[in-house]
Protein backbone atom coordinates (compact mmCIF):
# COMPACT_ATOMS: atom_id res chain seq x y z
CA UNK A 1 0.00 0.00 0.00
CA UNK A 2 1.14 3.48 -0.41
CA UNK A 3 1.15 6.19 1.66
CA UNK A 4 0.47 10.22 0.22
CA UNK A 5 2.19 12.81 1.96
CA UNK A 6 -0.82 15.67 2.59
CA UNK A 7 0.00 18.84 4.42
CA UNK A 8 -2.58 19.79 7.05
CA UNK A 9 -2.56 23.70 7.79
CA UNK A 10 -1.79 24.73 11.33
CA UNK A 11 -0.77 27.81 10.54
CA UNK A 12 -3.96 30.10 11.59
CA UNK A 13 -3.03 30.38 15.23
CA UNK A 14 -3.94 28.36 18.11
CA UNK A 15 -7.66 27.91 19.50
CA UNK A 16 -8.13 27.86 22.93
CA UNK A 17 -11.71 27.66 23.39
CA UNK A 18 -14.71 26.41 21.78
CA UNK A 19 -16.45 30.15 22.11
CA UNK A 20 -12.95 31.19 19.82
CA UNK A 21 -14.29 28.43 16.77
CA UNK A 22 -16.90 31.04 16.04
CA UNK A 23 -14.63 34.02 15.95
CA UNK A 24 -14.48 35.98 11.99
CA UNK A 25 -11.10 35.12 10.50
CA UNK A 26 -9.74 38.76 10.52
CA UNK A 27 -7.03 37.89 7.92
CA UNK A 28 -7.86 39.70 4.54
CA UNK A 29 -9.54 38.02 1.78
CA UNK A 30 -7.35 36.17 -0.54
CA UNK A 31 -6.91 37.35 -4.21
CA UNK A 32 -8.88 36.01 -6.73
CA UNK A 33 -7.81 33.18 -8.48
CA UNK A 34 -10.32 31.16 -10.39
CA UNK A 35 -8.14 28.07 -10.65
CA UNK A 36 -8.35 27.84 -7.09
CA UNK A 37 -11.93 28.43 -6.54
CA UNK A 38 -12.50 26.11 -9.27
CA UNK A 39 -10.56 23.64 -7.66
CA UNK A 40 -12.03 23.96 -3.98
CA UNK A 41 -15.58 23.64 -5.40
CA UNK A 42 -14.68 20.35 -7.19
CA UNK A 43 -12.56 18.38 -4.51
CA UNK A 44 -13.66 20.27 -0.97
CA UNK A 45 -17.58 21.69 -1.37
CA UNK A 46 -18.94 17.74 -1.79
CA UNK A 47 -17.69 16.55 1.10
CA UNK A 48 -19.31 18.90 3.56
CA UNK A 49 -22.03 16.81 4.52
CA UNK A 50 -19.49 13.83 5.59
CA UNK A 51 -17.34 16.63 7.08
CA UNK A 52 -20.27 17.61 9.29
CA UNK A 53 -21.20 13.88 10.10
CA UNK A 54 -17.83 13.77 11.42
CA UNK A 55 -17.60 16.69 13.14
CA UNK A 56 -21.02 16.31 14.60
CA UNK A 57 -19.49 13.02 16.12
CA UNK A 58 -16.78 14.25 17.55
CA UNK A 59 -18.68 17.09 19.43
CA UNK A 60 -22.04 15.87 19.99
CA UNK A 61 -23.56 18.78 19.72
CA UNK A 62 -24.88 20.46 16.63
CA UNK A 63 -23.99 23.94 17.31
CA UNK A 64 -20.48 23.06 18.23
CA UNK A 65 -20.49 20.48 14.88
CA UNK A 66 -21.21 23.69 13.12
CA UNK A 67 -18.73 25.72 14.43
CA UNK A 68 -16.25 22.99 13.77
CA UNK A 69 -17.47 22.61 10.06
CA UNK A 70 -17.17 26.53 9.81
CA UNK A 71 -13.61 26.52 11.09
CA UNK A 72 -12.62 23.27 8.71
CA UNK A 73 -13.89 24.59 5.48
CA UNK A 74 -12.42 28.49 6.34
CA UNK A 75 -8.77 27.06 7.23
CA UNK A 76 -9.10 24.64 3.85
CA UNK A 77 -9.91 27.25 1.15
CA UNK A 78 -7.14 29.37 2.86
CA UNK A 79 -4.74 26.70 2.78
CA UNK A 80 -6.09 25.40 -0.38
CA UNK A 81 -1.78 25.94 -1.91
CA UNK A 82 -1.16 22.85 0.87
CA UNK A 83 -3.32 20.05 -0.50
CA UNK A 84 -1.40 17.89 -3.60
CA UNK A 85 -3.84 17.21 -6.05
CA UNK A 86 -4.77 13.53 -6.40
CA UNK A 87 -4.50 12.79 -2.83
CA UNK A 88 -7.81 12.08 -1.12
CA UNK A 89 -9.28 15.72 -0.27
CA UNK A 90 -11.58 14.07 2.46
CA UNK A 91 -8.95 12.59 4.46
CA UNK A 92 -7.38 15.93 4.34
CA UNK A 93 -10.47 17.65 5.33
CA UNK A 94 -11.25 14.84 8.31
CA UNK A 95 -7.84 15.85 9.43
CA UNK A 96 -8.35 19.38 9.79
CA UNK A 97 -11.52 18.83 11.49
CA UNK A 98 -9.98 16.66 14.01
CA UNK A 99 -7.47 19.18 14.51
CA UNK A 100 -9.63 21.89 15.07
CA UNK A 101 -11.76 19.86 17.33
CA UNK A 102 -8.93 18.63 19.38
CA UNK A 103 -7.56 22.20 19.58
CA UNK A 104 -10.91 23.92 20.58
CA UNK A 105 -10.96 21.26 23.39
CA UNK A 106 -7.57 21.43 24.36
CA UNK A 107 -7.39 17.48 24.53
CA UNK A 108 -4.67 15.36 23.70
CA UNK A 109 -4.95 12.35 22.22
CA UNK A 110 -6.09 9.64 24.37
CA UNK A 111 -3.43 7.51 25.21
CA UNK A 112 -4.69 3.85 25.06
CA UNK A 113 -2.80 1.15 24.95
CA UNK A 114 -4.39 -1.70 23.34
CA UNK A 115 -3.33 -5.27 22.41
CA UNK A 116 -3.93 -6.05 19.07
CA UNK A 117 -7.29 -6.12 18.65
CA UNK A 118 -8.41 -9.59 18.84
CA UNK A 119 -9.30 -9.74 22.75
CA UNK A 120 -12.06 -7.76 21.57
CA UNK A 121 -12.86 -9.48 18.55
CA UNK A 122 -13.08 -12.62 20.18
CA UNK A 123 -15.40 -11.00 22.92
CA UNK A 124 -17.65 -9.84 20.50
CA UNK A 125 -18.63 -14.04 19.76
CA UNK A 126 -19.48 -13.67 23.29
CA UNK A 127 -21.94 -11.03 23.31
CA UNK A 128 -23.39 -13.11 20.16
CA UNK A 129 -23.46 -16.16 22.10
CA UNK A 130 -25.22 -13.88 24.26
CA UNK A 131 -27.64 -12.44 21.76
CA UNK A 132 -28.58 -15.56 20.68
CA UNK A 133 -29.84 -16.82 23.87
CA UNK A 134 -31.87 -13.82 24.25
CA UNK A 135 -33.00 -14.05 21.20
CA UNK A 136 -31.93 -11.12 19.82
CA UNK A 137 -29.28 -12.76 17.02
CA UNK A 138 -31.44 -10.90 14.21
CA UNK A 139 -31.35 -7.98 16.16
CA UNK A 140 -29.22 -5.91 13.67
CA UNK A 141 -31.36 -6.79 10.75
CA UNK A 142 -34.53 -5.09 12.50
CA UNK A 143 -35.61 -1.89 10.52
CA UNK A 144 -36.24 0.26 13.97
CA UNK A 145 -32.43 -0.41 15.00
CA UNK A 146 -31.08 2.96 13.67
CA UNK A 147 -32.48 5.90 16.65
CA UNK A 148 -30.61 2.91 19.31
CA UNK A 149 -27.26 2.22 17.54
CA UNK A 150 -27.14 5.99 17.13
CA UNK A 151 -27.61 6.54 20.72
CA UNK A 152 -25.10 3.89 21.48
CA UNK A 153 -22.84 5.71 18.96
CA UNK A 154 -23.04 9.01 21.15
CA UNK A 155 -22.31 7.27 24.07
CA UNK A 156 -19.61 5.75 22.81
CA UNK A 157 -16.33 7.41 24.47
CA UNK A 158 -13.01 8.90 22.79
CA UNK A 159 -11.30 7.40 20.93
CA UNK A 160 -13.22 4.28 19.74
CA UNK A 161 -16.26 6.40 18.40
CA UNK A 162 -13.93 7.98 15.82
CA UNK A 163 -12.27 4.92 14.85
CA UNK A 164 -16.08 3.27 14.37
CA UNK A 165 -17.12 6.45 12.72
CA UNK A 166 -14.57 6.52 10.18
CA UNK A 167 -14.47 3.02 8.91
CA UNK A 168 -17.74 1.65 9.73
CA UNK A 169 -19.80 5.29 8.88
CA UNK A 170 -17.58 6.99 6.27
CA UNK A 171 -16.37 3.47 5.00
CA UNK A 172 -12.66 4.85 5.55
CA UNK A 173 -9.46 1.96 5.03
CA UNK A 174 -7.64 1.18 8.72
CA UNK A 175 -4.92 3.22 6.53
CA UNK A 176 -6.69 6.49 5.86
CA UNK A 177 -8.75 6.09 8.94
CA UNK A 178 -4.93 6.00 10.65
CA UNK A 179 -3.95 9.14 8.60
CA UNK A 180 -6.56 10.93 10.01
CA UNK A 181 -6.30 9.59 13.25
CA UNK A 182 -2.71 10.68 13.73
CA UNK A 183 -2.11 6.99 14.72
CA UNK A 184 -0.51 3.66 13.65
CA UNK A 185 -2.70 1.11 11.88
CA UNK A 186 -2.96 -1.15 14.40
CA UNK A 187 -4.09 1.43 17.10
CA UNK A 188 -7.29 2.17 14.51
CA UNK A 189 -7.80 -1.59 14.27
CA UNK A 190 -7.77 -1.82 18.09
CA UNK A 191 -9.61 1.40 18.56
CA UNK A 192 -12.28 0.11 16.41
CA UNK A 193 -12.80 -3.83 17.58
CA UNK A 194 -13.35 -2.56 20.83
CA UNK A 195 -15.47 0.17 19.66
CA UNK A 196 -17.73 -2.45 18.02
CA UNK A 197 -17.56 -4.68 20.83
CA UNK A 198 -18.99 -1.67 23.25
CA UNK A 199 -21.34 -0.91 20.81
CA UNK A 200 -22.40 -4.75 20.90
CA UNK A 201 -22.96 -4.96 24.23
CA UNK A 202 -24.43 -1.77 24.82
CA UNK A 203 -26.93 -1.90 21.69
CA UNK A 204 -28.03 -5.09 23.34
CA UNK A 205 -29.13 -3.51 26.56
CA UNK A 206 -31.04 -1.38 24.85
CA UNK A 207 -32.93 -3.77 23.30
CA UNK A 208 -33.91 -4.93 26.01
CA UNK A 209 -34.58 -1.68 27.64
CA UNK A 210 -36.57 -0.90 24.70
CA UNK A 211 -38.80 -3.66 24.82
CA UNK A 212 -37.02 -4.97 21.44
CA UNK A 213 -39.19 -8.21 20.97
CA UNK A 214 -37.27 -11.28 21.20
CA UNK A 215 -37.30 -12.82 17.29
CA UNK A 216 -37.96 -15.74 19.31
CA UNK A 217 -38.61 -17.16 22.70
CA UNK A 218 -35.38 -17.66 24.92
CA UNK A 219 -34.47 -21.45 24.58
CA UNK A 220 -36.43 -22.06 21.75
CA UNK A 221 -33.69 -23.07 19.60
CA UNK B 1 -3.64 -15.23 21.02
CA UNK B 2 -1.58 -16.82 23.68
CA UNK B 3 -2.24 -20.38 23.55
CA UNK B 4 -4.07 -21.30 26.57
CA UNK B 5 -6.58 -19.02 25.80
CA UNK B 6 -6.62 -21.18 21.88
CA UNK B 7 -6.73 -24.43 24.04
CA UNK B 8 -9.90 -22.78 25.63
CA UNK B 9 -11.90 -21.92 22.73
CA UNK B 10 -11.16 -24.91 20.78
CA UNK B 11 -11.92 -26.86 24.63
CA UNK B 12 -15.77 -25.47 24.05
CA UNK B 13 -15.95 -27.27 20.88
CA UNK B 14 -15.21 -24.75 18.25
CA UNK B 15 -12.17 -26.10 15.72
CA UNK B 16 -8.92 -24.24 15.37
CA UNK B 17 -10.40 -22.67 12.01
CA UNK B 18 -13.36 -21.50 14.20
CA UNK B 19 -11.50 -19.53 16.61
CA UNK B 20 -9.86 -18.24 13.38
CA UNK B 21 -13.34 -16.88 11.90
CA UNK B 22 -13.35 -15.49 15.85
CA UNK B 23 -10.14 -13.71 15.65
CA UNK B 24 -10.04 -12.37 12.05
CA UNK B 25 -13.65 -11.90 10.80
CA UNK B 26 -13.69 -8.76 11.32
CA UNK B 27 -10.55 -7.67 9.43
CA UNK B 28 -12.25 -10.57 6.76
CA UNK B 29 -15.66 -8.17 6.49
CA UNK B 30 -13.43 -4.98 6.02
CA UNK B 31 -11.19 -6.35 3.50
CA UNK B 32 -8.29 -5.86 5.47
CA UNK B 33 -7.21 -9.30 5.05
CA UNK B 34 -4.44 -10.80 3.49
CA UNK B 35 -5.38 -12.68 0.36
CA UNK B 36 -4.34 -16.24 1.62
CA UNK B 37 -5.92 -16.01 5.03
CA UNK B 38 -9.03 -14.45 3.37
CA UNK B 39 -9.18 -17.25 1.13
CA UNK B 40 -8.99 -19.92 3.89
CA UNK B 41 -11.17 -18.15 6.20
CA UNK B 42 -14.31 -17.58 2.98
CA UNK B 43 -13.97 -21.52 2.54
CA UNK B 44 -14.35 -22.45 6.13
CA UNK B 45 -16.95 -20.28 6.52
CA UNK B 46 -19.07 -21.74 3.68
CA UNK B 47 -18.98 -25.06 5.06
CA UNK B 48 -19.17 -24.45 8.85
CA UNK B 49 -22.94 -23.47 9.64
CA UNK B 50 -21.70 -21.86 13.30
CA UNK B 51 -19.51 -19.55 11.58
CA UNK B 52 -21.72 -18.69 8.47
CA UNK B 53 -24.63 -17.89 10.85
CA UNK B 54 -21.72 -15.30 12.34
CA UNK B 55 -20.61 -14.34 9.76
CA UNK B 56 -24.14 -13.15 9.25
CA UNK B 57 -24.88 -11.69 12.42
CA UNK B 58 -21.35 -9.39 12.29
CA UNK B 59 -22.47 -8.71 8.57
CA UNK B 60 -25.67 -7.12 9.48
CA UNK B 61 -24.21 -4.75 12.04
CA UNK B 62 -21.85 -3.49 9.67
CA UNK B 63 -24.44 -2.81 7.50
CA UNK B 64 -26.43 -0.82 10.37
CA UNK B 65 -23.67 1.39 10.94
CA UNK B 66 -23.22 1.96 7.27
CA UNK B 67 -26.68 3.09 6.85
CA UNK B 68 -26.36 5.84 9.31
CA UNK B 69 -24.33 7.53 6.94
CA UNK B 70 -27.16 8.23 4.56
CA UNK B 71 -28.71 9.65 7.21
CA UNK B 72 -27.91 13.38 8.29
CA UNK B 73 -26.37 15.97 5.71
CA UNK B 74 -25.21 19.60 7.06
CA UNK B 75 -28.15 21.69 8.17
CA UNK B 76 -28.97 24.51 5.70
CA UNK B 77 -28.22 26.96 8.09
CA UNK B 78 -24.97 25.87 8.21
CA UNK B 79 -24.55 25.64 4.36
CA UNK B 80 -25.69 29.49 4.80
CA UNK B 81 -23.34 30.49 6.79
CA UNK B 82 -20.18 28.92 5.83
CA UNK B 83 -21.26 30.33 2.11
CA UNK B 84 -21.16 34.04 3.85
CA UNK B 85 -18.07 33.34 5.23
CA UNK B 86 -16.35 31.88 2.22
CA UNK B 87 -17.66 35.35 0.59
CA UNK B 88 -15.87 37.09 2.68
CA UNK B 89 -12.99 35.62 1.93
CA UNK B 90 -12.73 36.02 -1.42
CA UNK B 91 -13.84 32.54 -2.40
CA UNK B 92 -15.30 32.54 -6.09
CA UNK B 93 -17.64 29.63 -5.44
CA UNK B 94 -19.30 30.54 -2.58
CA UNK B 95 -22.76 30.04 -3.54
CA UNK B 96 -22.04 26.86 -4.42
CA UNK B 97 -22.20 25.55 -1.08
CA UNK B 98 -26.01 26.20 -1.00
CA UNK B 99 -26.47 25.19 -4.55
CA UNK B 100 -24.70 21.82 -3.27
CA UNK B 101 -27.75 21.25 -1.26
CA UNK B 102 -30.30 20.85 -4.37
Known sequence: ?221 | MSAPARAQLEGLGLSSTCVDVLRHLWDYLDDEMATGGAHRLRAHIATCATCREYEGYQACFLDALAKLRAELDAPTSLRERLAAKLKGQGCGCWDKVRKEQA
Not at chain 1, 96 to 114: G, H, M
Open chain 1, 1 to 221: MTTATYAVPTAFGDLTGASELARDISDPPLARDEARDAEFEREALPWLDDVYRFALSLTRDESDADDVVQETYLRAYRSWHTFIPGTECRRWLFTICRNVFLRSRERQRPTIDLEDGEQDAVAAGSVYAAAREKGYDDLYARLDLAPALREALDALAEPFRSAVILVDVEDMTYETAAQVMGVPIGTVRSRLFRGRRLLQEQLLTVAQDMGFAPARAAGAR
